[in-house]
């Protein structure tokens, strides 16, 4: 049996596991509305606002993304390990022919497609709507690639909890925890630190692309504010050395960094033969 | 066909398996005994290259821990927890024939074989089956290709008697070709099955040979029942006092019992004969295997 067969066998498995799963569908679907809601009332004083109108949206799109996003990453990437650990199928699994190699990688690419497909159904119909009301495709796009990539950062959490941890449930909890960090924590943390202590441009710049949500966050204003007065000081000072681009690239690559690294750890723990059993 | 050299496996400071060296010929039957924890599931895992050891297994002159995916082609896998799969039965039939490289029509065939035709069960959920078929399931996928090794870890641990007798007949289509290694607690099974018993013990092979073997070295005796005329039985009684003690002696009706060693056995209805005592039948009734095993480990759960 070919090794593209054998993973693409396990993909699809773990795509129809991910998209039957209740949390995945309650969380795609209220994303789905709410996208469409933002997008549908956010355009409706476009004529009046005009681009300003699109920002709104925009912004509004940001915050569901931050929201959603990592917890319908987070879901189904817990369980792709743990969740089998629980269940006895990993034993089993394992136990056929198949290589450590071809079940790890079958499983993040089967996560991250069911993830990608529920992100495009539901920013794929906001962005439509969007474009067809005379938005610029542009901005959407990237918001849009952005998202996927923001996503493909919690599958990449999600799947390291999952091997590390012991239960389905210490993973989700484990990852829910970086997720909190990260939105909640990082953002206040990073303006409380520079009301208290003044930091200087260089920590709040690592501060700020060492977090994966603010990486998310700054590279889609870069998109919709190209002379960055909605991005502070620091923001600024990128757009004026960097310009939009390049603080779109280095958010890009902030993001495929949070992706590849917990990757590689899950990847280094789920290789060593006994790290899918229980013991 | 599996040959084990210096195998040795330790979970941080436990060593569960300590320097075994073994080696199992093709179509041998081999139940491993020991208490909980004794390294039997460990030793299963490690012959599948699913766990990393030291030392070396080859299975049929293959290097597991090299090649563990071509040896895990070979064997095939029953365990001892039915796994949880979110598909039908047919779902499940396409899924591992398309892992084990297989025809799924193969795999159909051998659950026709165990009674679970799909025709009338592919549309179950696999929630829905009950233990005894999902074990038979597992069985089928595991037979279908034909494996060299068949490893089982407890499979009936988990079965009702009736989905236990089950199973155990739809073992016996196993092919003669096949090696067996069975980890198991159920010893009625292990009699059934095996034809070399291991038992293991803090990870190493204390005991290795047949039953009769096991018997022998256990010294478990046997006993000899007699049935006689009813006016003889108090006599007979007496003659076999000679060769025991109290406590090895029963009278029961026109029966009675020593409890003797295979070598005593004959001596003991020479003796009831020699003093004209009618002999109407007599039978022998061997220990049970568990209580053979307890031998090794006291009073212990085996």
């Known amino acids: 049996m070919s090794r593209v067969s054998v993973i693409r066998t396990l993909v699809r498995r773990e795509l129809g596991e991910s998209l039957r799963s209740r949390w995945f569908i309650a969380y795609s679907a209220v994303f789905l509305l709410g996208a469409l809601a933002l997008t549908f009332f956010g355009l409706s004083g476009s004529d009046i606002y005009g681009y300003r109108g699109f920002a709104k949206v925009m912004a509004g799109l940001v915050h569901l993304a931050l929201l959603f996003v990592p917890l319908m990453a987070l879901f189904p990437a817990t369980a792709a390990v743990a969740g089998e650990r629980e269940m006895g199928s990993l034993e089993y699994l394992v136990s056929q022919p198949i290589s450590f190699g071809e079940l790890f990688w079958g499983k993040w690419i089967g996560v991250s497609l069911a993830v990608a497909l529920s992100l495009l159904i539901g920013f794929g119909f906001a962005g439509a709507v969007a474009t067809l009301n005379g938005t610029p495709w542009r901005p959407v796009a990237l918001l849009l690639a952005?998202?996927?990539?923001?996503?493909?950062?919690?599958?990449?959490?999600?799947?390291?909890?999952?091997?590390i941890a012991t239960t389905r449930a210490r993973a989700t909890g484990a990852g829910i925890v970086v997720w909190i960090v990260a939105v909640g924590f990082g953002t206040l943390a990073i303006m409380g630190a520079t009301l208290r202590w003044g930091l200087p441009r260089l920590v709040l710049s690592a501060w700020a692309l060492g977090n994966p949500v603010e990486a998310f966050r700054l590279g889609v204003i870069a998109s919709l504010d190209p002379d960055g007065s909605l991005l502070g000081p620091v923001g600024l000072a990128w757009m004026t050395s960097l310009g939009a681009s390049g603080v779109i690239a280095l958010c890009f690559a902030s993001l495929l960094l949070w992706t590849l690294v917990p990757t590689a750890f899950a990847w280094w723990r789920f290789r060593r033969p006994q790290a899918w059993s229980a013991l | 066909m599996i040959k084990a050299n210096g195998l040795s496996k330790r979970f941080a400071s436990r060593s569960v398996l300590d320097d075994l060296d073994f080696e199992i010929e093709r179509g041998q039957r081999l139940a491993l005994l020991g208490l909980n924890g004794a390294g039997k599931t460990t030793l299963l895992r490690c012959v599948m290259g699913v766990l990393s050891?030291?030392?070396?297994?080859?299975?049929?002159?293959?290097?597991v821990a090299s090649s563990g995916k071509a040896v895990r082609g070979r064997i095939g896998y029953v365990p001892q927890r039915p796994p949880v799969f979110h598909m039908s039965l047919s779902a499940m039939v396409e899924f591992f024939s398309t892992l084990r490289g297989i025809p799924a029509e193969t795999i159909a065939e051998q659950l026709d074989a165990f009674g679970l035709p799909l025709a009338e069960t592919g549309g179950l959920a696999l929630r829905e089956l009950s233990g005894g078929m999902m074990q038979k399931a597992l069985l089928a996928v595991a037979l279908a290709s034909n494996p060299q090794v068949l490893l089982m870890d407890?499979?009936?641990?988990?079965?009702?008697?009736?989905?236990?007798?089950e199973f155990m007949r739809a073992l016996r289509q196993v092919s003669p070709e096949t090696t067996l290694m069975l980890a198991s607690h159920r010893l009625d099974e292990v009699e059934m099955i095996a034809d070399r018993i291991w038992i293991l013990?803090?990870?190493?092979?204390v005991f290795d040979g047949g039953l009769g073997d096991l018997r022998a070295r256990a010294g478990a005796d046997a006993w000899l029942w007699v049935r006689t005329r009813r006016e003889d039985r108090d006599a007979a009684r007496d003659k076999f006092l000679s060769l025991a003690e109290p406590e090895a002696v029963m009278a029961n009706g026109t029966h009675v019992a020593v409890k003797l060693p295979a070598a005593g056995r004959a001596e003991a209805l020479w003796r009831l004969k020699e003093s004209n005592l009618a002999i109407d039948d007599f039978w022998v009734v061997e220990p049970q295997l568990e209580e053979i095993v307890q031998r090794f480990f006291g009073e212990g759960e085996i």
């Open chain 2, 154 to 165: 407890e499979p009936t641990a988990n079965l009702d008697p009736r989905a236990r007798s």
């Open chain 2, 201 to 205: 013990h803090e990870g190493r092979i």
């Open chain 2, 53 to 63: 050891f030291d030392g070396s297994i080859e299975v049929d002159g293959a290097d």
């Open chain 1, 146 to 163: 952005l998202t996927l990539l923001l996503a493909e950062t919690f599958v990449a959490v999600g799947l390291f909890c999952s091997v």
